[in-house]
């Protein structure tokens, strides 16, 4: 049974950073994509980034680019994402997937996934 945890959320203030981590109970090689998507309050859960197996290829929402950077290490069985220059509108929680999809962009692309890490970027 594949289990995802994330961690590194909490409150920061606008124009702050915050680096979340998801550790794998298995080996990540075995996931081609693990991206990372949020939902705030009230809204529908949205992608944020995705990474593919080797590294190499990523998608990120436009709302972040610029802002946010996927990475993923196989050998810690890990993915993580940093964030900076945080905006309110960041606010939400985050979650981990993983998945055979490549760099999928989409919910059903994703059947692992975490149980969510809150951030809040006050202003």
């Known amino acids: 049974q594949v289990q995802l945890v994330e961690s590194g959320g909490g409150l920061v203030q606008a124009g702050g950073s915050l680096r979340l981590s998801c550790a794998a109970s298995?080996?990540?090689?075995?996931?081609?994509?693990m991206g990372w998507f949020r939902q705030a309050p009230g809204k529908e859960r949205e992608f944020v980034a995705a990474?593919?197996?080797?590294?190499?290829?990523?998608s990120i929402a436009d709302s972040v680019k610029g802002r946010f950077t996927i990475s993923r290490d196989n050998a810690q069985n890990a993915l993580y994402l940093q964030m900076n220059s945080l905006k309110p509108e960041d606010t939400a929680v985050y979650y981990c997937?993983?998945?055979?999809?490549?760099?999928?962009?989409?919910?059903?692309?994703?059947?692992?996934w975490g149980q969510g890490t809150q951030v809040t970027v006050s202003s």
């Open positions: 997937a993983g998945g055979a999809r490549l760099l999928a962009t989409r919910q059903s692309g994703y059947p692992y």
């Open positions: 298995v080996s990540t090689v075995s996931m081609n994509s």
């Open positions: 990474v593919a197996r080797s590294g190499g290829s990523i």
